[in-house]
Structure formats: structure tokens, C-alpha cells
């Protein structure tokens, strides 16, 4: 396969491929064209810059590894995704021992308004300060974190959430109230704390 018929491959074709051969040349490409996204959602979790490294080499690891039980119920990028959370969560619930500080997501990444659109319109979610938000992000669970990162950030359905976490649409939804619901309570609990954590 010349190196422009590699590139036009679809990232699906791409997997299938690379599950049938194990060709690590083909993987770099699809490396190459996630690199940057898994490194930016490691980041979230990590605490600096060389853990983020660390952790995005973990899940391409993992990625390649696991890559057949990819099954294309949901494009690729879907997975990989859902992946990447899933592979962070744990890895921040196993270090919670060491109370490692993480680091804050960027405000330019999470489409707040989004998140405010489907929270009980009696909360002025949009009045809420991105510099309070971003901290108190930092206060849910990494689960609660991730789902709502998924959500809001990355803009999957509820039917894609309900693929790539392998739960029902119900589940899906209750566990976006839930971590809603917390952001909120903790959002209203930081600010009224007077900037304090």
C-alpha cells in the first residue's frame, strides 16, 4: 500500500487494518492523526506536562493492544475517546493515595454554555465565573469528570456515550444528572466559601 492510499484510509479502515497485519507503520499514522487530541485529554488529568506525556504513551500502548476489540459500533475517534477517559479515571483513582494535585482543564476546551443548557434553567449556570468552574472540576469524581467531558467537551449523544461506555441511554443520562447536579452543588459551595477550595 503506496504512503497517500495509507492516508486516505478512514480511520476505521485504518484499524482493520492494522488489526489484520499488526503493522506498527500503520499505526504510527494513526497515531499521528490522534496524537495531539490524547495528549490534550491526558492533560486534564495529569499533574504537568511530562505526566500527560507519560500517560498519552500509555494509552497508544493500550490502544494497540486492545485495538480489536474496537467492533465499529462507533466511529473510532468515538472510542478512542472514551478510551483515553477511561484509561485516566483509572489511572487518577489509583494515585489518589498520593494526593497528587491535577491540573485544571483549560477553559478554552470545555463549552460551558453547553453544559448550562440542559441544567434546571432555575440555576444561572452561564453566570457561573470560568475560573471557579475550572477548579471545581477539579472537585468531582474523575468518573464525573470524564462523562461530563464527553458530553460537553467532545460533544458525543447521548446514543454515542451509551456506545462508548457500553451502558443505556438511561444509564448515560442519569449519570450526566448526577455529575451535573454535583458540579452545581459544589460550584455553589466553592463560591460561597469565598474562593476557597
Not at 179 to 189: G, P, S
Request: proline letters at 1%.
Amino acid at each position: 500500500m503506496t504512503k497517500d492510499a495509507i492516508h486516505s484510509l478512514t480511520d476505521e479502515e485504518l484499524v482493520e487494518a492494522i488489526v489484520k497485519t499488526n503493522d506498527t507503520m500503520l499505526f504510527e499514522v494513526l497515531y499521528d492523526r490522534f496524537a495531539n487530541m490524547v495528549y490534550n485529554k491526558c492533560y486534564g488529568f495529569a499533574n504537568g506536562v511530562d505526566e500527560a506525556k507519560d500517560l498519552t504513551q500509555d494509552v497508544f500502548l493500550r490502544v494497540f493492544v486492545k485495538l480489536a476489540s474496537f467492533k465499529g459500533k462507533s466511529k473510532f475517534s468515538t472510542w478512542l475517546y472514551a478510551f483515553t477517559y477511561n484509561h485516566c479515571v483509572n489511572y487518577v483513582t489509583r494515585n489518589t493515595a498520593k494526593k497528587f494535585e491535577k491540573k485544571s482543564i483549560s477553559s478554552e476546551v470545555v463549552d460551558i454554555e453547553n453544559i448550562g443548557e440542559d441544567i434546571d434553567s432555575t440555576y444561572e449556570f452561564e453566570n457561573m465565573r470560568v475560573e471557579y468552574l475550572k477548579k471545581v472540576m477539579d472537585l468531582i469524581s474523575p468518573e464525573e469528570k470524564m462523562i461530563l467531558l464527553l458530553k460537553y467537551q467532545d460533544n458525543l449523544s447521548i446514543k454515542e456515550l451509551a456506545e462508548a461506555l457500553d451502558i443505556g441511554e438511561s444509564a448515560v443520562k442519569m449519570r450526566l444528572k448526577r455529575a451535573k447536579d454535583k458540579l452545581v452543588q459544589k460550584y455553589t459551595n466553592y463560591t460561597k466559601d469565598g474562593e476557597s477550595i
